[in-house]
């Protein structure tokens, strides 16, 4: 069976905005495929028309893995009308079965490589600042593959984003060593 990336794309932004939820498209016949759902992520950010300013990393913690039937993370998009500051109000009723992460928020002044060493990998980051994310699910009781959450633009709803600290060597040290152990 062809999957059909135009209508589930659809199908999701129209979820997404009308803050509904639908079955997951892992339910439907045929398999979701991690190719087909990265490419109807990035037909809804088509359709919606979001300007993005930044990117969020879904699923790193593993003990959750389990819980949501995932097995590894995930990328997803964070756009300029869903950032919002510690003085704003967030409109909760526009999102799916909403929940609250905290989030260490990391700017970045240039793109890491794979080759970098932890010392290279610690010199990309600009400013840090503490956050959390409302996250959402169109998916009923959190019920969801990785491949569906990849779809539904990694289950992002906003990112609220505290007071950001310039990435100096005082601030860093200890991260500089901590990622050995990521």
């Known amino acids: ?7 589930n794309a659809q199908t999701i ?7 509904q939820q639908i079955p997951k498209l892992s339910s439907e016949a045929g398999q979701l495929s991690l190719d087909d759902a990265y490419s ?22 593993r003990t959750i893995w389990p819980v949501y039937g995932v ?9 300029a009308d869903g950032l919002f500051s510690t003085d704003q109000p967030v409109n909760l009723a526009r999102y799916s079965e909403p929940r609250i992460e905290p989030e260490i928020v990391l700017g970045l002044k240039h793109a890491p490589t794979a080759e970098m060493n ?11 600042a503490p956050g959390f ?7 009923p009781d959190w019920k969801f593959s990785v491949e569906d959450s990849i779809a539904a633009q990694g289950l992002h709803g906003c990112l609220v984003l505290g007071d950001k600290i310039a990435a100096t060597h005082d601030v860093l040290p200890a991260s500089r060593n901590s990622l050995d152990q990521l």
């Open 40 to 61: 109807i992520a990035s037909r809804v950010r088509e359709i919606l028309d979001k300007e993005r300013v930044g990117r969020k990393v879904g699923f790193t913690n």
């Open 133 to 139: 994310e409302i996250v959402q699910s169109i998916y």
């Open 71 to 79: 097995d590894q993370p995930i990328w997803g998009e964070v756009h």
């Open 1 to 7: 069976m062809t999957r059909d990336i135009e209508s």
């Open 13 to 19: 932004a129209d979820a997404l905005t009308s803050a």
């Open 118 to 128: 932890n010392e290279q990998l610690a010199g990309c980051v600009e400013w840090v």
